[in-house]
Every structure is written in structure tokens, then in C-alpha cells.
Nanobody, 120 residues
Framework: QVQLVETGGGLVQPGGSLRLSCEASGTIFNIYYMRWYRQAPGKQRELVATISGDGDTNYVDSVKGRFTIFRDNGESTVHLQMNALKPEDTAVYYC??????????????WGQGTQVTVSS
């Protein structure tokens, strides 16, 4: 069993910063990709940022230059540093990870989500 626990959401003014964190725990042999998604009210869930086990990153165009995804703690924790936040960044942010839980068994897990609200 693997759990992803997100922290760091909250209310911030436009132009402000927040850092989201997601820690993976449980029976983990290896973690491949870790991702952040977000879902705004009335919209589909959107992939925001991805980081591979090798540290390669990708971002949706709307956050490039403002958000940074990185891993630490033996690579079981992923962070999303969000700067220059805009009201349109308001959403529930979800952590997602591809985990090798035993030899030959790779599964995808989701966190519970954390609310980010950008408003004056």
C-alpha cells in the first residue's frame, strides 16, 4: 500500500508564492514519474508538471517560468514551487506518482488534493 500526502495549499494574493509538497510512503521499490495535476471548478483535471526519475521536467505552457517541480528526500518527495500566482491558478492540486511496489508491479497513485486559492 502506497500513500501520497500533499501539504502546502492555502490562500495567497495574486503575485504571491506557495510551495506544495507531496510525500510518498509505504511499500516502494522505486518511483518513476511524479506529477502535479490541478482541477478548477467546472473544468477537467489538467496536468501541470511532471518530473522523471532522472530529473527531467515538463510543464503546461500556462505555468512555464512561474512553477518549478523538484524532488528530494531520496526522491520520495516532490515539490511544486509556485511563483507569480494568478487567479486562474486557483484549483485543487493533486499529486500523482508511478510506483514500483514489487518486481514487475508498477502502479499509479493519487494524493487527496490540496486547495490553492489565488485572490485579493
Amino acid at each position: 500500500q502506497v500513500q501520497l500526502v500533499e501539504t502546502g495549499g492555502g490562500l495567497v494574493q495574486p503575485g504571491g508564492s506557495l510551495r506544495l509538497s507531496c510525500e510518498a510512503s509505504g511499500t516502494i521499490f522505486n518511483i518513476y514519474y511524479m506529477r502535479w495535476y490541478r482541477q478548477a471548478p467546472g473544468k477537467q483535471r489538467e496536468l501541470v508538471a511532471t518530473i522523471s526519475g532522472d530529473g527531467d521536467t515538463n510543464y503546461v505552457d500556462s505555468v512555464k517560468g512561474r512553477f518549478t517541480i523538484f524532488r528530494d528526500n531520496g526522491e520520495s518527495t516532490v515539490h511544486l514551487q509556485m511563483n507569480a500566482l494568478k487567479p486562474e491558478d486557483t484549483a485543487v492540486y493533486y499529486c500523482n506518482a508511478d510506483v514500483l511496489v514489487r518486481v514487475g508491479a508498477r502502479q499509479t497513485y493519487w494524493g487527496q488534493g490540496t486547495q490553492v486559492t489565488v485572490s485579493s
